[in-house]
Each structure stands twice: as structure tokens, then as C-alpha cells.
């Protein structure tokens, strides 16, 4: 078998689908898993919710694939699944020289890339005298009809996934009211195992996003002290009921089906002539990675635009298997660059595609923010919640302060204008060095209670802080 992450990658549709197929790695999933080799095939029985289990196939020489699963993802998570323990774990699949009759049915069906299409056999009898005098014509009227069928087909494959999502999101509202007349103290106690169940039955619904992120929500509980935890799960409760509110007055709204169900790709967000683009000079923030439940891992890069009479931000967001090990980024902190920059639709866009990369920018001291800096420095954190208050991490800059060390609470942020009266809370350690230094301006994400810092300007010049 000749199978690599990288093309399992290439050939999910979403990471949603990628975090789906890595819970499906274990080999108690699968009660059969074979090959042969000869002829480069792999298949497997999976174990899902019914009684009797999926049948997956495929073909490791042209990429085909068959699963009797009624997923709408194409390939869905079983066929991904069964991919990911060909590359990771060959040793699991016995070794036959025959293949079963389901799998010899399937290649009998299907057609190879670049092999033309079966010929119809051709009979006089079957064709009417409008078709023999009108091929053309003929051909038309079956393409037209083809074309509507693949419409009405995609057009209900749309409505079952938005009924299935809308049972969703009725089984969420449930679920985070039990929580509350269970009480939080309870669900941040239990958290682990009650956002796991409504997690995969969220899965099973096709609302995949959302149960990543409820998957997720454990971790970021446990992160904080226990004082603050109950404070921390109300707020991402309340999160995910304005999202569900937000979905069932807009479903085919492009940033809630993101949220909630799927992403689109690629080619879809640079072909989409809605999207903002904004070609620019941007400077690298700083990085944010997490490991996620699901197997896969997070990798969040922060871009300030250069060029802005306004601070603006964008994220480059990618998802990769934990598997595959720690990947050497595309960009360092600090690294300038030119490039345009391709915007995901939403009502505050910030996770962006590079389009284009057009050369190096030259190097500076950050665009003097000073006039928006001057008020409140937690204002944009206040229009960011307004617009989208379903949303975590806000990108703030921070007017001129520094950072004290409380013995008993951590690391604080505090600004050196006495007439703001701020001083905020940082998540994580502070390298020691940092302590006290006067900082002009510094670039962080708010997330309601912690600071996340990305890096900052100070009289020695810029500083990596993430």
C-alpha cells in the first residue's frame, strides 16, 4: 500500500471530516480489515450506529473509493478512516488473495480515470425517428434532464442536511438546559463525559463543527482555575445557544453553516465574488497551536495589516493530523510580506487565505494605532461581541503598558495611562524577562477573561510574546 496523511488530507472535504475519520483509527472499530496487495485494494467492515456495519473499500492506485454509509461527504469518514489505518498502521489488515464479491461488484461498476465512458448498445428498435433525424437535439433534451435530476438531487441532499442540523440544534437547546438544572458545578465536574455524548450525537446530526467545538470544551474548562470555571462554562453555553438562535433565523447563511456544519473549500472562497480582498503589506503576529480531541491539530497564524488607518487583523487557520507530527510553518513571527489576502464571508472577517504572495515588505515599527488606542482598549472586544457574539478570540492592541507578576494570580496586563483604570489577566506563563518592561503597544487576543499575548513594541524594539 503506498498511503501518506498528506493525500488523505488532499482528499478530505472538510477537517471536520478529518477529526470524524481519526476516531475511527481504532482497530475495535473495524471488526474486518483486509488487502491485497496485488492488485492495490483495501477494505473493511465498520462498526456505526446500526446493527450491521458499513462496507468500505479502496483503491490505493487511482484513489476510488465505495462505503454504503448515507453520508452526503464524499469521501465521508469511513472511507477516510480506513485510509488513515492503511498510511499509520498496514500491519492491521490481513493479507488475501481473493477479494470478496461486494468489493469485485464495485470495480465491476466503476470506471477508471482516463478509461471513456461503456458504449450503450445500439439498437434500431430502441430509437425513435425524432431521435434518429435530431441527434443533436436529442442530446440536448437528456443533457437538460441529466442536469435538472442532478439538481433536484443536491437540492434535497441540501434539505435533508438542514433538517438533520435543525434536529441538531433542538437536541443542543435540551442538552445545555439540562446542564443548567443540573447545575454548573456538576457539568464542569462531569464536562468531559457530557460534552463527549452530545458531541457524537451532534456528529451523527452532521452538525460536525459545533461538536468539535463543544468536543474542545473540556480542556479549555480544566485550563482555568477552579474559581473561574463556572463563570467560563456559562459564557460558552450561552455562546452556543446565540449560534443555534442565529442558525435557525439564517441556515444558508455562509458563516453559521461554517460555525455549525461544514466549511467551504479552498477554490470555493477564492472563486466566491462576495469576498473581501485586501492586498496589503501584513506582519506575522505570532502562532497558536492546540492539539485537539479529535486527533487533529490547530494551527492559527495572526497577521496585523500594515497599511490600515485602523487596526485589522486576519487568521490563517489550518488543520493537520496530530500524527503527522509538528509541521514547520509558512511563516515566522515577525516575517513581513505583501500579499492579497482572500477573506472567508463573515460579519467580522478575520480568518483569510493567502491569494497571492507578492514579495517581502520592508521593515518598521507598527502604523501609529494611537488615535483608536486612546479610549477604551477592550471597545473592539465590545463591537466584536455585538456583531458575532458566538465568537472566542478577539485580536486587540493594547495601548502603552506593562506586565506585573501577582504572586497568587499570575501574570497581568496593565496599562500605563492611569485614566484607563485596566488591568487584565494573562493566560499561561510570562517569560520573566518581560516583567515590568514599558511596552508602547502590544497585540493580544481577549477572550473575556484571559489575554493570550502575541507580541509587542517596546523602546528595545519588537517582542515575540506567543
Same mark, same amino acid.
Request: charged content about 25%.
Given at each position: 500500500?503506498?498511503?501518506?496523511?498528506?493525500?488523505?488530507?488532499?482528499?478530505?472535504?472538510?477537517?471536520?471530516?478529518?477529526?470524524?475519520?481519526?476516531?475511527?483509527?481504532?482497530?475495535?472499530?473495524?471488526?474486518?480489515?483486509?488487502?491485497?496487495?496485488?492488485?492495490?485494494?483495501?477494505?473493511?467492515? @465498520?462498526?456505526?450506529?446500526?446493527?450491521?456495519?458499513?462496507?468500505?473499500?479502496?483503491?490505493?492506485?487511482?484513489?476510488?473509493?465505495?462505503?454504503?454509509?448515507?453520508?452526503?461527504?464524499?469521501? @465521508?469518514?469511513?472511507?477516510?478512516?480506513?485510509?488513515?489505518?492503511?498510511?499509520?498502521?498496514?500491519?492491521?489488515?490481513?493479507?488475501?488473495?481473493?477479494?470478496?464479491?461486494?468489493?469485485?461488484?464495485?470495480?465491476?461498476?466503476?470506471?477508471?480515470?482516463?478509461?471513456?465512458?461503456?458504449?450503450?448498445?445500439?439498437?434500431?428498435?430502441?430509437?425513435?425517428?425524432?431521435?434518429?433525424?435530431?441527434?443533436?437535439?436529442?442530446?440536448?433534451?437528456?443533457?437538460?434532464?441529466?442536469?435538472?435530476?442532478?439538481?433536484?438531487?443536491?437540492?434535497?441532499?441540501?434539505?435533508? =442536511?438542514?433538517?438533520?442540523?435543525?434536529?441538531?440544534? /433542538?437536541?443542543?437547546?435540551?442538552?445545555?438546559?439540562?446542564?443548567?438544572?443540573?447545575?454548573?458545578?456538576?457539568?464542569?465536574?462531569?464536562?468531559?463525559?457530557?460534552?463527549?455524548?452530545? =458531541?457524537?450525537?451532534?456528529?451523527?446530526?452532521?452538525?460536525?463543527?459545533?461538536?468539535?467545538?463543544?468536543?474542545?470544551?473540556?480542556?479549555?474548562?480544566?485550563?482555568?482555575?477552579?474559581?473561574?470555571?463556572?463563570?467560563?462554562?456559562?459564557?460558552?453555553?450561552?455562546?452556543?445557544?446565540?449560534?443555534?438562535?442565529?442558525?435557525?433565523?439564517?441556515? /444558508?447563511?455562509?458563516?453559521?453553516?461554517?460555525?455549525?456544519?461544514?466549511?467551504?473549500?479552498?477554490?470555493?472562497? &477564492?472563486?466566491?465574488?462576495?469576498?473581501?480582498?485586501?492586498?496589503?503589506?501584513?506582519?506575522?503576529?505570532?502562532?497558536?497551536?492546540?492539539?485537539?480531541?479529535?486527533?487533529?491539530?490547530?494551527?492559527?497564524?495572526?497577521? &496585523?495589516?500594515?497599511?490600515?488607518?485602523?487596526?485589522?487583523?486576519?487568521?490563517?487557520?489550518?488543520?493537520?493530523?496530530?500524527?503527522?507530527?509538528?509541521?514547520?510553518?509558512?511563516?515566522?513571527?515577525?516575517?513581513?510580506?505583501?500579499?492579497?489576502?482572500?477573506?472567508?464571508?463573515?460579519?467580522?472577517?478575520?480568518?483569510?487565505?493567502?491569494?497571492?504572495?507578492?514579495?517581502?515588505?520592508?521593515?518598521?515599527?507598527?502604523?501609529?494605532?494611537?488615535?483608536?488606542?486612546?479610549?477604551?482598549?477592550?471597545?473592539?472586544?465590545?463591537?466584536?461581541?455585538?456583531?458575532?457574539?458566538?465568537?472566542?478570540?478577539?485580536?486587540?492592541?493594547?495601548?502603552?503598558?506593562?506586565?506585573?507578576?501577582?504572586?497568587?494570580?499570575?501574570?497581568?496586563?496593565?496599562?500605563?495611562?492611569?485614566?484607563?483604570?485596566?488591568?487584565?489577566?494573562?493566560?499561561?506563563?510570562?517569560?520573566?524577562? &518581560?516583567?515590568?518592561?514599558?511596552?508602547?503597544?502590544?497585540?493580544?487576543?481577549?477572550?473575556?477573561?484571559?489575554?493570550?499575548?502575541?507580541?509587542?513594541?517596546?523602546?528595545?524594539?519588537?517582542?515575540?510574546?506567543?
Amino acid at each position: 500500500m503506498q498511503l501518506d496523511l498528506k493525500t488523505i488530507e488532499a482528499l478530505a472535504p472538510d477537517q471536520a471530516s478529518l477529526g470524524a475519520a481519526a476516531k475511527l483509527t481504532k482497530r475495535s472499530n473495524w471488526p474486518r480489515l483486509e488487502t491485497n496487495e496485488q492488485v492495490g485494494l483495501i477494505w473493511g467492515e @465498520c462498526q456505526g450506529s446500526g446493527s450491521n456495519p458499513y462496507r468500505v473499500a479502496f483503491d490505493t492506485r487511482d484513489h476510488g473509493y465505495k462505503c454504503t454509509c448515507p453520508s452526503r461527504k464524499f469521501p @465521508c469518514k469511513h472511507i477516510l478512516g480506513l485510509m488513515w489505518i492503511g498510511a499509520t498502521a498496514a500491519a492491521s489488515f490481513d493479507r488475501v488473495d481473493q477479494t470478496p464479491e461486494w468489493v469485485n461488484d464495485w470495480l465491476g461498476r466503476r470506471r477508471k480515470p482516463g478509461q471513456p465512458p461503456t458504449p450503450a448498445p445500439a439498437s434500431a428498435e430502441s430509437k425513435s425517428i425524432d431521435e434518429a433525424l435530431r441527434p443533436e437535439q436529442s442530446a440536448a433534451v437528456e443533457d437538460a434532464a441529466a442536469a435538472e435530476r442532478r439538481e433536484a438531487a443536491q437540492r434535497k441532499r441540501a434539505e435533508d =442536511a438542514r433538517s438533520a442540523v435543525s434536529a441538531a440544534l /433542538d437536541e443542543l437547546d435540551q442538552w445545555v438546559a439540562d446542564q443548567l438544572r443540573l447545575g454548573l458545578a456538576g457539568f464542569v465536574d462531569a464536562s468531559s463525559e457530557r460534552c463527549r455524548r452530545i =458531541a457524537a450525537r451532534l456528529v451523527d446530526l452532521k452538525a460536525t463543527a459545533l461538536a468539535g467545538r463543544i468536543d474542545e470544551l473540556p480542556a479549555k474548562l480544566m485550563a482555568l482555575r477552579s474559581e473561574e470555571r463556572p463563570d467560563a462554562a456559562i459564557r460558552e453555553l450561552g455562546k452556543l445557544v446565540l449560534l443555534a438562535k442565529a442558525w435557525r433565523a439564517a441556515p /444558508d447563511d455562509a458563516e453559521l453553516k461554517r460555525l455549525v456544519s461544514t466549511s467551504e473549500t479552498r477554490d470555493q472562497i &477564492l472563486a466566491n465574488p462576495d469576498a473581501v480582498k485586501v492586498e496589503s503589506d501584513w506582519e506575522v503576529l505570532g502562532e497558536k497551536i492546540e492539539a485537539r480531541r479529535d486527533g487533529l491539530v490547530s494551527h492559527a497564524t495572526w497577521l &496585523l495589516d500594515l497599511k490600515s488607518p485602523i487596526p485589522r487583523f486576519a487568521v490563517l487557520l489550518d488543520f493537520f493530523p496530530a500524527s503527522a507530527g509538528r509541521r514547520s510553518g509558512a511563516f515566522a513571527p515577525g516575517d513581513r510580506f505583501k500579499a492579497r489576502l482572500v477573506f472567508y464571508p463573515s460579519r467580522i472577517p478575520l480568518r483569510a487565505l493567502v491569494a497571492e504572495r507578492l514579495g517581502d515588505a520592508s521593515p518598521g515599527n507598527w502604523p501609529d494605532f494611537a488615535p483608536n488606542a486612546a479610549g477604551d482598549p477592550l471597545a473592539a472586544y465590545a463591537a466584536f461581541q455585538d456583531g458575532a457574539p458566538w465568537l472566542s478570540d478577539c485580536p486587540i492592541l493594547l495601548p502603552a503598558g506593562a506586565i506585573a507578576l501577582d504572586e497568587k494570580d499570575g501574570a497581568w496586563w496593565q496599562a500605563a495611562n492611569d485614566s484607563h483604570g485596566i488591568a487584565l489577566p494573562v493566560a499561561g506563563s510570562v517569560n520573566q524577562t &518581560l516583567l515590568g518592561l514599558d511596552l508602547t503597544v502590544t497585540a493580544a487576543l481577549w477572550n473575556g477573561a484571559r489575554l493570550e499575548l502575541l507580541a509587542s513594541q517596546s523602546s528595545i524594539g519588537r517582542l515575540n510574546l506567543s
